[in-house]
């Protein structure tokens, strides 16, 4: 499990080139995904290590605050990753955009990306990615993500990568961590698609574990963890009931706000994202009667942390849509403007 | 090892004692509100996901596997090991261990019905058990509740009172597992109008996945708790808002 960033919220000043090596790669065993991966780390790689030259990448940007804008003070990408600027779509007047691209194929067997977001004292940012994560096929050990995020005092940031595609045989690890300031919000988003669907994959995947873990002042918030293995033989897997049941895509949304209140903006966010605006008893009836293509609901999180949103649907697109209903209420909330709009189409 | 007959005969007596305070813990008519929750049960009777017996023990293999295995029975696991350890009430390191399981358990909960339902029934089964005995442990512990500092969520509770109790930690899982089950079993009864034979039926099809968890929760340390099962939040989030509902949970 990765820990804090050694450096905290609101710390951008100084910034200089890392020049020395990840040395965490070789250490798979004591920082598995989860203890399921503990044989895949086992299994060396042919051709390139693990974590090797071209399979650590490692994405770092920090965002601050300079006037009415913010302002994207450090970018470090090494491939796979790539940073070609800023865009200015936010409706937020101080907000600022971070598509990050991913030119390589995918996420391959070997893969430890590490990823890290540091939004200053006032400053408002929007990382997202262009294209959706393929992890690809794997026969031997696994694929790692690491993904820190911090928020300074008055600061905002919004992490809602483009879904999450898990291949054949994909083994895939991520592990994410949010250091919010007690006054600062997050977004933080992820999609989970268990195959290409438009060809008939569907929890073909062996294991999917991501894990995010929310903290404040050093207090745990929030921990979750997603666990999909559909080979495993130990137990419900994702098709049973109380899982996903006939649903294949999962969203996840978590809007955290530890100064906010959770309890109305939970049943806001609930009212929401339950069918076409319905109340939640029109939703429980229209889930009774058909196959409704989203099943959503919103909940506080501990501690007053802020809001859980879950989505679950047939297909990407409206899960998307559903947890973008959210995003953009929340913001509403909190500052009076809603979402940027995705301009990935 | 060589044990004298009156040795053995306090060993038989000590286990005894055990085994009559796990049963008297996993009674359904144990007092502490497990009556009055569902965990989601109500709002997927409400939403005809759950019309039958057949329906309501694959849920409940969902909820043991996915959620008690990884989640609570770590919790109660670590608390039972902590309250064991500890020499009297005042085992600072103790204390902090039982409540760093409380809190762990607590941020891995989220649904926010699970939480309430989990804090209630734990505070009324810590408040029943200091009438029913002194154990300077479980006094500081409720105090550290009490206070405010840890949040008394039921497996944490059930941890430490049978821990100082010489109840087993694997016994104790099972205890809050049989504990869980009947009061789903309750429910599901009240909303279903379920049979009797088809209640014990399904508490007993639930037996392996019983094992099955506390066999899962058994080497897992605090931070890998990974209680996972989307579709039961999402029915905790529907039932926190419904308009009439039977149960708190």
């Not at chain 1, 099943?295 to 999180?301: E, H, I, M, S, V």
């Not at chain 2, 505070?123 to 550290?144: K, N």
Request: net charge negative.
């Amino acid at each position: 499990m990765a820990t804090d960033s050694a450096s905290g919220p609101g710390e951008l000043t100084a910034q200089t080139e890392e020049s020395t090596d990840r040395s965490d790669s070789t250490d798979d065993t004591t920082d598995l995904p989860d203890p399921a991966f503990a044989a895949y780390a086992e299994e060396s790689l042919p051709g390139a290590g693990v974590g090797a030259a071209g399979k650590d990448g490692r994405l770092e940007l920090a965002f601050a605050r300079d006037g009415t804008e913010t302002r994207l003070v450090r970018d470090l990408a090494r491939t796979p990753f790539h940073v070609s600027g800023t865009l200015g779509h936010d409706p937020h007047p101080a907000g600022e955009t971070v598509y990050v691209q991913s030119p390589a194929g995918g996420v391959a067997q070997g893969d430890r990306h590490d990823i890290s977001v540091t939004v200053g004292p006032d400053a408002v940012a929007h990382v997202t990615t262009s294209s959706s994560t393929k992890v690809l096929s794997m026969e031997r050990n696994y694929a790692a993500s690491d993904v820190a995020l911090a928020v300074g005092s008055g600061g905002h940031l919004d992490y809602v990568p483009a879904p999450t595609i898990l291949h054949p045989d994909a083994r895939f690890g991520q592990a994410t961590t949010v250091d919010l300031a007690p006054d600062a919000t997050a977004v933080v988003g992820e999609v989970v698609v268990p195959g290409r669907l438009a060809r008939g994959e569907r929890f073909d995947f062996e294991r999917y574990a991501s894990t995010c873990e929310v903290r404040s002042e050093g207090e745990l918030l929030v921990a979750d963890a997603t666990h999909l293995a559909p080979g495993a033989d130990d137990g419900p897997g994702p098709a049973a009931p109380g899982m996903l049941g006939e649903f294949a895509v999962l969203g996840t949304l978590y809007l955290l706000a530890p100064a906010a209140d959770a309890a109305a903006l939970a049943d806001r966010l609930h009212e929401a994202v339950v069918a076409d605006g319905a109340t939640a008893r029109d939703a429980a009836a229209a889930d009774r009667d058909t196959d409704p293509e989203v099943t959503a609901g919103a909940t506080r999180l501990p501690n007053g942390a802020g809001v859980l949103v879950r989505a679950l649907g047939h297909r990407a697109d409206p899960v998307t849509d559903r947890l973008h209903t959210a995003w953009d209420s929340a913001r509403e909330d909190w500052f009076g403007v809603g979402a940027p709009a995705d301009r990935r189409q | 090892m060589s044990d004298t007959a009156s040795n053995g005969a306090t060993d038989d007596a000590q286990a005894d004692a055990a085994v009559l305070e796990s049963l008297r813990l996993a009674d359904s008519s144990l007092p502490v509100g497990t009556d009055s929750v569902s965990y989601g049960l109500e709002a997927f009777v409400a939403a005809d996901r759950v019309a039958d017996a057949d329906d309501l023990a694959a849920l409940l293999e969902t909820y043991l596997r996915r959620q008690l295995g990884p989640g609570d029975l770590v919790a109660l696991r670590a608390a039972h090991a902590a309250a064991r350890d500890a020499s009297d009430g005042r085992d600072e390191a103790a204390l902090t261990r039982v409540c760093q399981a409380d809190r762990r358990l607590n941020a891995t909960t989220l649904p926010a019905e699970f939480r309430e339902s989990a804090t209630r029934t734990g505070g009324r089964l810590l408040s029943l058990q200091r009438e029913l005995r002194a154990d300077p442990f479980v006094e500081a512990y409720a105090r550290a509740v009490e206070d405010g500092e840890t949040p008394g969520a039921y497996p944490v509770v059930l941890g430490v009172v049978t821990a100082r109790t010489g109840v087993g930690e694997r016994r104790a899982c099972l205890v809050a597992c049989q504990e869980f089950v009947t009061a789903l079993a309750g429910a599901a009864q009240r909303l279903l109008q379920l049979g009797h034979t088809d209640v014990q039926r399904v508490v007993t099809e639930c037996q392996p996945a019983m094992a099955a968890a506390v066999a899962d929760s058994a080497d897992r340390s605090l931070d890998e708790m990974t209680p996972f099962a989307p579709l039961v939040e999402m029915r905790s989030a529907a039932h926190e808002r419904a308009d009439r509902r039977l149960f708190l949970s």
